[in-house]
């Protein structure tokens, strides 16, 4: 994981709110979390690919996904070069905050008690992510 400085364009928060959800926006945009266990995509089990629902960048394949017991679809590991990392200390605790490397929308938290091969668990917002079902 590699911690970016890089910022993304600037979209005005108006612009943001015309094209998600409230409930996508509040993630995406606001870096507020869903409710555990009420995202359709932690059942999901066709083969496909994650993408951002903020810009439609695929960040993760249903390869690398995993039933974590978290109320939230997790992942080992993201498509390459598609997500990015910042130190996240709010509420008190030290994470690894995982963003979209195109748009910079939040979708979740990544932590290192994952399975193999990476160890790690990528615990992603499911109104974050649209999925791309592929036959």
């Not at 810009?55 to 990015?84: N, Y």
Request: charged share 20%.
């Amino acid at each position: 994981m590699n911690e970016s400085t890089e910022k993304p364009a600037a979209v005005p928060d108006e612009v943001w709110r015309e094209k998600l959800s409230p409930a996508q926006f509040a993630v995406l945009r606001q870096h507020m979390t869903e409710r555990p266990g009420t995202s359709e995509l932690n059942n999901e089990e066709r083969p496909g690919g994650y993408m951002c629902a903020g810009c439609g960048a695929e960040l993760f394949r249903a390869e690398t996904k995993f039933h974590s017991g978290s109320g939230w679809p997790s992942f080992w590991a993201p498509v390459e070069g598609a997500v990015a990392t910042t130190t996240d200390r709010a509420h008190g605790m030290v994470r690894t905050e995982v963003h979209c490397a195109g748009c910079g929308g939040h979708l979740g938290h990544v932590f290192p008690d994952g399975p193999q091969p990476t160890g790690l668990r990528y615990c992603i917002n499911g109104v974050a992510l649209d999925f791309d079902a592929k036959p």
